[in-house]
């Protein structure tokens, strides 16, 4: 178990209290951080076995943390869920919003405005693929509508008793770090209903882990921060404490929280999230072949930097609104943290139920399903974030700031070790190869020994193979043995690496004049998916005569209008290049296939011969 | 670097020096006499009394100068682009290509004149070498980019 140590609950929440992060809202966001426990007292607990309608274990009302970690283990595919109470059905039909009574909270105080330029940042076929998306849903398992309206409901009344923001905190020591994780619970997901999103969830468990250094003297030293957005793990998760573009107030780091998805963020701003689905293997076997072919073969230009995947995927963008104009909450903001609740020692709601803390959907995605509670996955078995806190953020290749000269040191005198073995053995085999080297010298052309000759060969080249070996290892040993005195070197004068050295893909917002786009293409963004429709439809009916080459160019007039919108006229006039290329290219196979082949076997017999040329020339 | 640059603008104004040897060649093969014969005597075309094969002549010429006036002026500027201002020229080279590319396939699903054929696999040569990284590299700033800075891939949480 990676949790080696835990700590006091006195020393935990003075540590978590002491670094406690700043949230930072945009503005329309429906649901905030809360206490776990009044949400788990107004839902029921259900179970759905395979093939079987849910049952309700513990009604509405009755439910309790104390009861929610009792729950005994049931068959092979049951899974538990909350279920927040439909408040339709417990106010008797009541209409919401309209008439809003003590028992309909006037809550939110705010909805959220998405602003323009939305759909003018993704173009047609993402417009369509969200479309089908949102079909799919007919299909899927899906959050009804009435779920967030339980959700508001629930969560307005909370607000209504008192505005009060809540942290679950947790501390554990593992290699060498102190973790620091609070766990932000919120009543819901209401990224797709309010935010136009890809997914909708009851309860939503998000999480931020400040990772600490302790000195000898007992001192403790921030070091690192991980925000968790979506299902994101690694390197790319981290900052450095001393990254300057890690915003902080006093020991307090700054996040920023999307609107309805409540995905964490270092900066400011609008996000393009990208929702991923796995092409089929043979579209993706397709793919990959033909980028090789054009980027790597003939060496064509990519935006960014070709890299083989190893997997293709065919995703849909949507956009994650961390805009940190709404509420702040924490030390010294307009909301102030409640006191955390503490999650040391473990608590049993927490190792004892396994189940989901919403509504289950059997979306086959899960992104409709609840999340399981932080220590669990949806699939019951132990999350990552929770076992191995240290390598869910990448860090389990990091010692800790007052680790690093001694793990230094250490591996010096591993190297010493090594070398002084591996001169050794170079000795000693360099003097049998001298050895073996005299001895063949003196059988060669010898013809009665001709056999031990050969054998005498064999071994020297063995021997020369493994002396070869030892040297290039002995060099490398060198190299690193100097690089590692140099880099503590730098490290005892206070030098540090880059803050973003480790990180391969920052995820950072989209530009403002992304963000900004014009009246026009707004416009154009929410008609065209409808007006290509229409156009398509109107030219299967009435030019069927030239359907294709009406087709042809009207699919070649509303890409030139996206492509001139969205600012990729390059990107468009290459596509369309490639295109009448490959078309090109087999119209002009087509008409001389066998000028082609014997060109092509001229062209290969011709290499040989040169190739062949070159050599004799030598 | 700017030697790729002259080097495309070299080709490109061959590729236009080729065209107008072509137009000019499709020029000569019609009868100007009879088609000038006959304009100048009624005033208008009568397609039944001029049937002919020197007719064919006379359209296609039209019809090639119809399709590639434009592409060839894009194919000269882009190519002056590239010679005398080293970097300009490649957005008017690439749709140069496209209707040059374009009017050829025209051409294929009509009448498939010979010329078609070197037009096009020169076109093609020409895309892969505009595209190529090593001239886009040369002829265009690459947009300055924040490293590794990308979209994020969600899958349901």
Known sequence: MANEGSVDARTAEELLRRFEPVIRFTKGEWFYPMDCEPYVDACSLW?????????????????????????????????????????????????????????????????????????????????????????????????????????????????????????????????????????????????RSNVFGANDHEADWEKIFIYLSES??????????????????????????????????????????????????????????????????????????????????????????????????????????????GWSVGPGQ?????????????????????????????????????????????????????????????????????????????????????????????????????????????????????KLHETQTRHIEELSREVEALREELSDDEVLAETLKSHAESLRSGERPPPHAHIMHATRPVSEAETHAGRVAQLWASISIALVLVTLILIIAYERSHLLSALVFAIAVFAFIEASFRRRLARFIVSVNVALAVVGALVLFEQYFWSVIVFAVLGIGFYILWENLRELGR | MYRQARLLGALLILQFLAMVGLGVWLTTRVNWDRALDITSGQGQFNFQSVEGPWLKALERSIVFDVYFLVPMILLLLSGLGFVLLRRRGWMLASIAQSLIMLACLFYYGDSRPWFAYPLIAYSILMILLLNSRSVRAAVQSRRAAPVGTRSEVAHGE
């Open chain 1, 47 to 191: 179970v759905a076995r395979p093939n079987e309608d849910a049952v309700c274990v513990v009604p509405a009302g009755e439910l309790t943390l104390e009861r929610l970690a009792q729950q005994p283990e049931d068959t092979t595919g049951a899974v538990h869920y909350l279920k927040i109470p439909n408040p339709k059905e417990s106010e008797n039909g009541g209409r919401r919003r309209k008439r809003r009574s003590h028992t309909n909270p006037d809550w939110p105080k705010e909805t959220f405005r998405a602003g323009r330029g939305r759909l003018a940042r993704v173009g047609y076929i993402s417009r369509l693929a969200d479309a089908l998306f949102s079909l799919t849903l007919l299909a899927r398992g899906r959050v009804p509508g009435g779920d967030v309206e339980g959700g508001r409901v629930l969560y307005g009344r909370y607000m209504e008793e008192g505005q009060r923001f809540r942290y679950h905190g947790n501390v554990v020591r593992q290699d060498g770090w102190i973790v620091l994780r609070y766990w932000l619970f919120y009543a819901f997901n209401d990224w």
């Open chain 1, 334 to 450: 307009d909301r102030e943290w409640d006191p955390p609740r503490l999650m040391n020692p473990v608590p049993s709601w927490v190792s004892g139920y396994r189940g989901l803390w919403g509504l289950y959907t059997r979306d086959p995605f899960e992104g409709e399903d609840a999340p399981a509670g932080p220590m669990y996955n949806r699939d019951k078995t132990i999350s990552r974030e929770w076992f191995d806190p240290v390598g869910w953020a990448g860090l389990d290749k990091v010692p800790t700031r007052a680790e690093e000269l001694e793990v230094i040191t250490g591996r010096q005198a591993e190297i010493e070790e090594r070398q002084d073995f591996l001169r050794s053995e170079l000795r000693e085999k360099s003097s049998r190869l001298k050895t073996l080297g005299m001895a063949a010298e003196a059988t060669r052309d010898q013809s009665h020994l001709t």
């Open chain 1, 216 to 325: 000898e003297s007992g001192e403790v030293r921030p070091e690192w921060v991980a925000y968790a957005a979506h299902e994101e793990t690694g390197d790319d998760l981290r900052r450095r404490w001393d990254d300057p573009e890690l915003e902080k107030i006093g020991e307090h780091p700054v996040a920023y929280v999307c609107a309805g998805s409540h995905a964490t963020r270092y900066f400011r701003g609008e996000y393009l999230t990208e929702l991923a689905f796995p092409l089929p293997r043979f579209l993706s076997a397709v793919r990959r072949i033909a980028r090789r072919f054009w980027y790597v073969t003939l060496r064509q230009y990519a935006d960014e930097d070709y890299k083989e995947k190893p997997y293709e995927q065919f995703t849909i963008p949507f956009v994650d609104y961390g805009r940190g104009d």
